[in-house]
């Protein structure tokens, strides 16, 4: 009731704020850390941050079907191998597109080049922002509240009620939008305001289906949003539908949210093919972490975690038909154990790599022959034996090797590079993050 209280209270100071020719210079300018302001006011944000981009072709749009798609480098802060390539298999299959958000006739636009695409499958545009938005006089106009993370915590029927609100009374004043400058708003665009669409009209004018998942900006989700998804595709028939995927830029959310689906359609690919394919066709790589004080900084850290947890789910329960929710998976009593790789010198030059964390401890936890799933956050999962040394393991096997002697762990393959096989180059931010779960009690030994 607080969060409705306060969202009104900032609504009638914003439209009475506006309703003035001049733009709004509320907002003091961001400082270097990305986003921390000595005060800080939302304002009406023009969507892409360009008074005339609603005018030019949609940004960030990619097509991943027979023909269309295609893997393009990635930022070089991400440091992939950029001869590396993905497993493409499933790609021509997969039927689904990402964009940034649309004004009116970037979407016509958008709608007539899916047609084509889809022929006669079902089309659903995914809209995947938290933030209250909508479009005036057909240009894409956002509520800007810090970082872009309007509306935390609401329902997604409290945010359409405060869409309608917000912006339905627009029509008919005179209004000043901005771009978004760091944190505040930059260059203006004031408008005599004629028409306000939902996005939900828009999508159903075209005669395509909407479904919006209030996804909160630069976050992975929380687990009943992750199972909400997850139920939506399980009742699709994934051979004829088509998803359209879209945040604010396009990259972040839709990369979340296209990277689950592919891994639900394509559970033979890798994880980390999934990932680096998704990045390469324009989304951002979800396994990027990053030591800093950047307040997105551990936010990377829990979606490098959480996207290869959920990987992990997904091989674990997809022939049950996820009968276990993720919710409830991730609430399992389910042995584990956190550690870290914590410098370069504990990365030998044969490619092992070395825990933090001693023989002893870990044998309090785990025992020889048992089957773990080690997760190096950032870089992979591998399912691998519990045994004191290589005697059992097949050449080319990764192993962990626990030793009582010298009371060292270490993730390795026999006769081969373990760090090289993982993607652990030499431009590595440590300490490397470890997620050590049980996955057969005593299953090596077994076998």
């Avoid at 359609?265 to 990932?275: E, G, L, Q, Y």
Wanted: glycine share 8%.
């Amino acid at each position: 009731m607080k969060k409705q209280l306060l969202t009104l209270f900032m609504s009638f100071a914003l439209f009475a704020a506006c309703s003035d020719d001049s733009s709004s210079t509320s907002a003091e300018k961001s400082k270097n850390n990305g986003g921390d302001v000595a005060e800080f006011h939302p304002f009406y944000r023009i969507d892409r941050d360009n008074v005339n981009e609603w005018q030019e072709p949609l940004d960030n749009q990619r097509y991943l079907t027979a023909g269309t798609y295609e893997l393009k480098a990635v930022d070089e802060k991400y440091d992939l191998d950029p001869a590396y390539a993905p497993s493409e298999e499933g790609l021509a299959t997969l039927n689904i597109s990402g964009s940034a958000q649309f004004s009116e006739q970037q979407f016509r636009d958008l709608a007539d080049s899916i047609r084509v695409l889809a022929g006669k499958k079902k089309v659903y545009v995914i809209d995947c922002r938290s933030e209250s938005h909508a479009l005036v006089n057909g240009i894409a106009i956002s509520y800007f509240e810090q970082h872009n993370w309007g509306n935390q915590g609401l329902t997604l029927e409290e945010v359409e009620a405060d869409e309608q609100e917000r912006f339905g009374k627009m029509v008919g004043t005179k209004q000043t939008f901005n771009e978004k400058d760091g944190e505040s708003p930059g260059e203006a665009m004031t408008l005599k305001v004629k028409s306000i669409m939902m996005e939900r009209e828009l999508v159903e004018s075209e005669g395509f289906e909407y479904k919006r998942f209030v996804a909160l900006n630069n976050h992975w989700q929380e687990p009943e949003m992750i199972d909400e998804f997850i139920e939506f595709v399980k009742g699709l028939d994934m051979d004829k539908v088509w998803l359209h995927f879209h945040c604010q830029a396009g990259k972040g959310r839709t990369a979340i949210f296209m990277v689950i689906y592919d891994m639900m359609k394509n559970p033979d690919v890798s994880m980390r093919d999934i990932v680096i394919r998704q990045a390469k066709a324009g989304g951002n790589y979800l396994l990027y972490t990053e030591k800093s004080d950047h307040y997105k900084s551990p936010l990377f850290d829990d979606i490098a975690e959480k996207v290869q947890l959920l990987y992990m789910y997904i091989q674990e329960n997809r022939k049950s038909n996820y009968k276990v929710t993720w919710s409830e998976w991730l609430k399992k009593k389910v042995t584990t154990l956190t550690t870290t790789v914590p410098d370069a010198g504990s990365v030998t030059k044969d490619g092992n790599l070395n825990f933090d964390m001693s023989a002893k401890s870990f044998l309090k936890t785990f025992d020889y022959g048992d089957i773990v799933t080690v997760l190096v956050v950032g870089y992979g999962t591998v399912d691998v034996p519990v045994a004191a040394n290589d005697d059992d393991v097949k050449s080319g096997e990764f192993v962990l090797r626990v030793k009582k002697d010298s009371d060292k762990i270490t993730l390795g393959i026999k006769n081969g590079n373990g760090a090289s096989v993982l993607g652990i180059g030499d431009k590595v931010h440590y300490p490397l993050s470890i997620v050590v779960r049980m996955k057969e009690k005593g299953g090596y030994a077994n076998k």
